[in-house]
């Protein structure tokens, strides 16, 4: 309207000023059109946002509030995982999912009675008033309620159509196979934290968000498990542990530790160390225990070793043996001259100590040291007991230390010096972490000879085949090895004739050793099927056997390939005196 | 004057169309950003997907389900060392023969090969583990 007077006017102007209003025009014009264009810019905005960004947002409603979570949970993509544990095979153990939490939000909750009623009955273990006091909070906007809900209890939940119960998504750690190798694995804290076992040795790795994988094969560590925890059933026992050990590369295959725990439930258990130490405890590297006869492994391999003592060296065991306030017994004392192969078969307590005092107390001392007896561990857990050795190391405890007493390892500590004895003689470094290239190779040095090495398989499959071992024997493979029976220290009332331990070491095929088999059980009770007798023969050596047996049929390892006559024990019989039925009855069972 | 005009109509239409690619242009960014995250989600819900059913799958294999249900459907006990024996010989020049291990001495022979029964590591795809495993002998 103005233009248009503007312009009305500008006619009747004539003269030099006609220019100047012109410009004047041009600019009003100018101005008004910015301005126009400025409008039409905001209204293309006001459009595009109401109707076209509006109407693409509620085609797809999910995706924005989708995306939303996404800006909210921060960079999605590029938060590190922390890494997965396998087996030696790819089978998971141990990986990371997200999961969700419970809480409430108090003030949207109208019927706050009714809601905490319904989640007890969704979570047995919760208590309906606690519940009830937390979703009643004043104030309070978030009530945290449970963390890691399965898909079944989430589904509970949202059933109930609650608006004031929501979830929160964080990691938590899922280990898929329960109690397989509960102790070895370990576990994390609620921040993702290695607490125990390989969670916490291989915590840098697995931050960074790398997998591990691990020794062990998960059919193994089933079988292994199966048969010790059947013996500690059968012989109402406190405990066990066992383990498979490759000779050669010192690769732990399967370890077990009895009692174990479901290790989703781990916080269940940790929440009371003092209360559950018992099923906490890692029997196989933790737990320090004095393993008994066992030990003639390495007296007897320290003789043939560092003396020139052949196999028929005598040693008189016709009376026990005093040694200052100790009297020296054998189990079933065979009261006569014994040769080494019978010292071994028939685990005499009397021809073990003569042969440490042959050996001497530093030697003996030295030997143990090589064979990494004598200081704790190196291993791939940190949970490693150390050894608890005589101090000083005077000649009572050479004796003692000759049949296992006195001197106290751990059980992967004592699997790993037997490796080296039937190895051929080699160190071994036991691994629970599979590392490739050049990492996976550490020297290894001699400890023993081949010859000694050779010697003792061919004395442990006599204890096999006619001494007190005969129940690990299984036809068709060619089991060697060394039972063990241990009284345990009853505090200051000195050893308990009632409270064993009791072990089998195996090897096999002893000829050419692959595998050590370890089964050790904790205060078992005889039973009539074992004429009430608990020794390491009677208990251990047919876990080992029912346990090489399932070995057997995983691996692919054939049964005939055993030929009789070429048994390597076969040589070793002219050094042992032929026995009356009955005493050969009572001898097996012996330790 | 009118040379001014067309100069300044000009100018508007140049700034009119800058304008409206800008426009354009930034809208197209806007929904290929949108896009991208949908994506990334998808991504992230596929391998959170995945993990899932890797756990669930080492769970519903793990052997002593697997024994358990051989036991109880299958009636199957642990194997015994009689039932091994060693098939090399057997499958001398044959391409497994390298690998060839063992063979249960009960196995019937199929023309698929020595090994009837073998267990695929990964659930072939569309098929839930949960209804395929029940059956397999580990």
Known sequence: MILRNVRQNIIHIEGEQSSALQLAYGRLILLGSIFALLYLVIAARTIDLMIVQGYASESGGQDSEDLSRLARSGDLLDHVRRGNIYDRNGVLLATSLKTPSLYADPELILNKPKVAKALTQIFPDLKEEETLAKISMKKSRYAWLRPNLSPGQQEKVLELGEPGLAFEYADSRIYPQGNMAAHLLGYTDREGRGLSGIERSAQKTLAQGQDVVLTIDVRLQHALRREIQSAVEEFSAQAGAGVILDVRSGEVLAGVSLPDYDLNANSLYVSDVEKNKEILLNRLTMGVYEFGSVFKIFTTAALLETTDAPLDTEFDARKPLKIGRYTINDYHAKKRLLTVPEVFMYSSNIGSALMAQSVGAVKLHGFLSDLGLMDR??????????????????????????????????????????????????????KLIMKGGAENIKPQARIISEETSQKMRGLMRLVVTDGTGKKADVPGYYIGGKTGTAEKSDGKKGYSHKKLLSSFIGAFPIDNPRYIVFVMVDEPQGTKKSFGYATGGWVAAPVVARVVTSMAAILGLPSDQYVKEQDISLPLQKYVKPEHPEKKKLASNAN | MKKTFFRHLAVLLVMALSAGTLIHISQSVNRAEKKLARLDLSISNEKETERVLEAEWS???????????????????????????????????????????????????????????????????GVSPSNEQENSPE
């Open chain 1, 377 to 430: 561990l190196v291993f791939d857990v940190r949970e490693i007991g150390w050894p608890q050795v005589p101090d000083p190391w005077g000649e009572a405890s050479t004796i003692t230390v000759s049949y296992g007493h006195g001197i106290a390892t751990t059980a992967i500590q004592l699997c790993t010096a037997a490796a080296t004895i039937v190895n051929g003689g080699l160190q071994v470094h036991p």
């Open chain 2, 59 to 125: 769970m519903l294999n793990s052997p002593e389900r697997i024994e358990s249900l051989a036991k109880k459907y299958l009636d199957l006990g642990l194997p015994q060392p009689s039932q091994l024996v060693s098939g090399s010989e057997s499958l001398e020049g044959t391409e497994i023969a390298g690998q060839a291990g063992l063979i249960p001495a009960s196995a019937e022979m199929t023309k698929a090969g020595p090994f009837p029964a073998v267990i695929p590591r990964k659930p072939p795809h």
